[in-house]
């Protein structure tokens, strides 16, 4: 079912699941969201390909049934079949109580009762103590009962001290601290009385005080049914989403319509978690399962994909048009009392399951503490951050990067309507380079260029590989070398070719490298992710250089309406399934391409890009959005040698089969593009 053999050696991998809640059968009864018949389906899916992964372990972080203690003759009735349904998928999970399993913690405004002892005592019978821990290799995992904090019932305290003592007794071990309540959501000050999603002080003060004292790798909530991520002190925070539903109200964070069911099924954030412990880090994968009710067919693997920190060889860029996060005050995030403050961390997120390498964003945004903050956790999650300003001789660039640092890996610099940098823009390039030690970036802005069907014309940022020569000539003449330049791709021409060209004529003397920068000009998303597909592809000619894709978010609302990565509800669109998928099997390890890297191909339609590299030859298949819009078998396209297998992924969804042609047929649709075949040559 799934195909791990791009991802680096881990030590161990285990699966976590939160909110997996088991729904009894309604038969025809009416329901407050017709999307609950589907959660039993959905969880079982889930499952399955948990233990498909064949983990060294699962935790389920909470709420295992959507029936509550309080309806206790339905609550113990789904509690059993629950358990059944885990047993029958192959699952035997350590458990972690959640309030759909004990009760709710005691706020009065909670819509449930709070833990009561009967329950408590019932729920120790079933599962063991709600509180343990337990090792596995060097690593030390602590499972907490979240909804006994702030408590009467004296298994509260008890559960105090035996943590206290169990952390001293471990110091030395990595530690990892499960619970289903999260500390808070947006920060350690929020208010808690009529919050639904968060813990209360004194025991979220005693809690956290503890994470840092410990240095606690990980820290892991669920709850919530949106996904949010934090850095608190050494320790990475997440609050995991859940494989059947998201939480009504959450929708607010995005500019979009709500998704269905005022925002309950969200299918596209639907998933579970492969934790892939390593050496020095715990990789987070997200699962998708976008809501499945069916497994994939046999004949398919799901690929699994490397992320950001560990796929150095990348070039994969994004330029951020819009803030890396938002932040909105939910009303009544069903069942709270109060506006909860929430972050859209999506972006953020989206950036570390792509294994995006490089995020240009404006400086403005790092002299801005919330956004520096949030782009901080990026950086140390693997990504390179550069900062763009536009050059004015009334700025005081180099106190605003003074300003910036530690936080910023380069600098780009663009300069309006001139493609040379001035006297003065040179004297600052060199006091960043020499003084700061910063790599700096080079783009010009040209102004009022006309644009087809646009009324008004638009401004280009960056050279035409034409420009760049020149502009090597002059800085050479200046004495003065430059990092980086931005090229600006022609979408009406194709991408490799102008990649290309750039690769012909480099390397230049006072440029060590040209970067390209893509923005998606259509709305059409099949269309996007064969251009993306094709750029990404091309840029393995050119090592150390980089390609930023724009917008990241759907844009909307402004002159220039087009899709981006992300659509307006922050989900991934085809295009950046393929990036993701694309980038994995292309940059774990850097390709050594041949001396003639690059044949194009067109037929009825249809083009083929091939790149040969020392290890395979790969081929990339796009169809082109104006063509007639006919299947093709693959024999047209590419030819095997006697007995040779393919690998072929379907980039856009990030699945891959593999095929002997001398077995069976492959028949590709246009729908199904862009393709990668692996050990292929053009026929």
Same mark, same amino acid.
């Given at each position: 079912?799934?195909?791990?053999?791009?991802?680096?050696?881990?030590?161990?991998?285990?699966?976590?699941?939160?909110?997996?809640?088991?729904?009894?059968?309604?038969?025809?009864?009416?329901?407050?969201?017709?999307?609950?018949?589907?959660?039993?389906?959905?969880?079982?899916?889930?499952?399955?390909?948990?233990?498909?992964?064949?983990?060294?372990?699962?935790?389920?972080?909470?709420?295992?049934?959507?029936?509550?203690?309080?309806?206790?003759?339905?609550?113990?009735? &789904?509690?059993?079949?629950?358990?059944?349904?885990?047993?029958?998928?192959?699952?035997?999970?350590?458990?972690?109580?959640?309030?759909?399993?004990?009760?709710?913690?005691?706020?009065?405004?909670?819509?449930?009762?709070?833990?009561?002892?009967?329950?408590?005592?019932?729920?120790?019978?079933?599962?063991?103590?709600?509180?343990?821990?337990?090792?596995?290799?060097?690593?030390?995992?602590?499972?907490?009962?979240?909804?006994?904090?702030?408590?009467?019932?004296?298994?509260?305290?008890?559960?105090?001290?035996?943590?206290?003592?169990?952390?001293?007794?471990?110091?030395?071990?990595?530690?990892?601290?499960?619970?289903?309540?999260?500390?808070?959501?947006?920060?350690?000050?929020?208010?808690?009385?009529?919050?639904?999603?968060?813990?209360?002080?004194?025991?979220?003060? *005693?809690?956290?005080?503890?994470?840092?004292?410990?240095?606690?790798?990980?820290?892991?909530?669920?709850?919530?049914?949106?996904?949010?991520?934090?850095?608190?002190?050494?320790?990475?925070?997440?609050?995991?989403?859940?494989?059947?539903?998201?939480?009504?109200?959450?929708?607010?964070?995005?500019?979009?319509?709500?998704?269905?069911?005022?925002?309950?099924?969200?299918?596209?954030?639907?998933?579970?978690?492969?934790?892939?412990?390593?050496?020095?880090?715990?990789?987070?994968?997200?699962?998708?399962?976008?809501?499945?009710?069916?497994?994939?067919?046999?004949?398919?693997?799901?690929?699994?994909?490397?992320?950001?920190? %560990?796929?150095?060889?990348?070039?994969?860029?994004?330029?951020?048009?819009?803030?890396?996060?938002?932040?909105?005050?939910?009303?009544?995030? *069903?069942?709270?009392?109060?506006?909860?403050?929430?972050?859209?961390?999506?972006?953020?997120?989206?950036?570390?399951?792509?294994?995006?390498?490089?995020?240009?964003?404006?400086?403005?945004?790092?002299?801005?503490?919330?956004?520096?903050?949030?782009?901080?956790?990026?950086?140390?999650?693997?990504?390179?951050?550069?900062?763009?300003?536009?050059?004015?001789?009334?700025?005081?660039?180099?106190?605003?990067?003074?300003?910036?640092?530690?936080?910023?890996?380069?600098?780009?610099?663009?300069?309006?309507? %001139?493609?040379?940098?001035?006297?003065?823009?040179?004297?600052?390039?060199?006091?960043?380079?020499?003084?700061?030690?910063? &790599?700096? %970036?080079?783009?010009?802005?040209?102004?009022?260029?006309?644009?087809?069907?646009?009324?008004?014309?638009?401004?280009?940022?960056?050279?035409?590989?034409?420009?760049?020569?020149?502009?090597?000539?002059?800085?050479?003449?200046?004495?003065?070398?430059?990092?980086?330049?931005?090229?600006?791709?022609?979408?009406?021409?194709?991408?490799?070719?102008?990649?290309?060209?750039?690769?012909?004529?480099?390397?230049?003397?006072?440029?060590?490298?040209?970067?390209?920068?893509?923005?998606?000009?259509?709305?059409?998303?099949?269309?996007?992710?064969?251009?993306?597909?094709?750029?990404?592809?091309?840029?393995?000619?050119?090592?150390?250089?980089?390609?930023?894709?724009?917008?990241?978010?759907?844009?909307?609302?402004?002159?220039?309406?087009?899709?981006?990565?992300?659509?307006?509800?922050?989900?991934?669109?085809?295009? &950046?399934?393929?990036?993701?998928?694309?980038?994995?099997?292309?940059?774990?390890?850097?390709?050594?391409?041949?001396?003639?890297?690059?044949?194009?191909?067109?037929?009825?339609? *249809?083009?083929?890009?091939?790149?040969? %590299?020392?290890?395979?030859?790969?081929?990339?298949?796009?169809?082109?959005?104006?063509?007639?819009?006919?299947?093709?078998?693959?024999?047209?396209?590419?030819?095997?040698?006697?007995?040779?297998?393919?690998?072929?992924?379907?980039?856009?969804?990030?699945?891959?089969?593999?095929?002997?042609?001398?077995?069976?047929?492959?028949?590709?649709?246009?729908?199904?593009?862009?393709?990668?075949?692996?050990?292929?040559?053009?026929?």
């Amino acid at each position: 079912m799934f195909n791990k053999s791009f991802l680096p050696k881990a030590l161990f991998e285990f699966v976590i699941i939160s909110d997996s809640h088991y729904m009894l059968d309604p038969g025809g009864a009416s329901l407050e969201f017709e999307n609950r018949r589907k959660q039993s389906v959905r969880r079982e899916i889930a499952l399955r390909m948990a233990a498909a992964l064949a983990p060294a372990f699962v935790l389920h972080n909470g709420d295992m049934v959507q029936e509550y203690p309080d309806n206790s003759e339905r609550f113990y009735t &789904s509690m059993d079949e629950s358990l059944e349904q885990m047993r029958t998928c192959g699952v035997e999970p350590y458990y972690v109580a959640g309030n759909h399993d004990v009760g709710d913690k005691p706020d009065p405004t909670a819509p449930a009762s709070h833990v009561s002892r009967g329950v408590l005592d019932w729920y120790h019978c079933q599962f063991g103590n709600s509180w343990y821990s337990f090792d596995q290799g060097d690593c030390h995992f602590v499972v907490l009962n979240s909804q006994i904090m702030n408590g009467t019932l004296p298994d509260a305290a008890e559960q105090e001290a035996w943590v206290e003592r169990d952390l001293a007794e471990h110091a030395k071990k990595r530690l990892f601290l499960l619970l289903h309540m999260p500390p808070y959501l947006f920060d350690e000050a929020e208010s808690s009385m009529g919050h639904y999603d968060n813990i209360a002080n004194p025991a979220r003060t *005693w809690l956290l005080d503890l994470v840092r004292v410990y240095k606690v790798e990980m820290l892991l909530a669920g709850h919530v049914h949106f996904a949010f991520f934090d850095h608190l002190a050494e320790t990475r925070y997440a609050v995991l989403a859940s494989p059947v539903f998201t939480r009504p109200g959450f929708s607010c964070l995005f500019a979009g319509p709500a998704p269905p069911e005022r925002g309950r099924d969200d299918a596209a954030k639907f998933g579970f978690y492969l934790m892939r412990v390593r050496a020095d880090k715990t990789d987070i994968h997200f699962i998708r399962t976008a809501g499945a009710e069916k497994l994939l067919p046999n004949r398919e693997e799901q690929l699994l994909t490397r992320v950001s920190g %560990t796929l150095p060889q990348s070039p994969l860029g994004l330029t951020l048009s819009q803030p890396l996060a938002t932040v909105a005050e939910i009303p009544r995030a *069903w069942p709270a009392a109060i506006r909860e403050k929430v972050r859209n961390d999506y972006p953020l997120l989206t950036c570390m399951e792509m294994g995006v390498g490089y995020v240009r964003a404006p400086l403005t945004d790092f002299h801005d503490t919330f956004q520096r903050e949030r782009l901080g956790i990026l950086r140390k999650e693997g990504v390179k951050l550069d900062a763009v300003v536009i050059f004015s001789e009334e700025l005081d660039i180099l106190e605003a990067v003074h300003q910036a640092p530690p936080s910023i890996d380069g600098l780009e610099i663009q300069i309006v309507e %001139t493609l040379y940098p001035s006297e003065k823009c040179i004297e600052v390039i060199k006091a960043l380079q020499e003084d700061f030690g910063v &790599s700096v %970036t080079l783009s010009p802005i040209i102004c009022r260029e006309p644009t087809s069907g646009k009324q008004f014309p638009r401004f280009r940022l960056g050279y035409t590989p034409q420009e760049i020569p020149a502009l090597a000539q002059f800085l050479a003449e200046n004495g003065i070398a430059i990092d980086r330049v931005i090229c600006k791709v022609n979408n009406d021409e194709s991408l490799c070719d102008q990649i290309g060209e750039i690769a012909k004529i480099t390397p230049f003397s006072h440029i060590s490298n040209v970067d390209f920068s893509l923005e998606f000009s259509a709305t059409n998303d099949q269309t996007n992710a064969n251009r993306a597909a094709e750029g990404l592809l091309s840029m393995a000619i050119l090592p150390g250089s980089r390609i930023y894709f724009e917008p990241f978010s759907d844009l909307d609302r402004t002159m220039d309406v087009t899709h981006g990565l992300l659509d307006t509800l922050c989900n991934p669109r085809p295009t &950046s399934r393929a990036l993701q998928a694309l980038n994995t099997v292309m940059y774990s390890q850097l390709p050594k391409v041949s001396a003639d890297p690059i044949r194009l191909k067109k037929l009825n339609g *249809w083009k083929t890009i091939q790149l040969s %590299t020392d290890a395979s030859t790969y081929t990339l298949v796009v169809h082109e959005a104006s063509a007639v819009d006919s299947g093709i078998n693959i024999e047209a396209l590419v030819e095997v040698g006697e007995g040779e297998s393919l690998r072929i992924y379907q980039l856009s969804t990030l699945t891959l089969q593999s095929v002997n042609l001398h077995e069976a047929s492959v028949y590709l649709t246009p729908a199904q593009t862009p393709i990668l075949v692996e050990n292929a040559t053009i026929s």
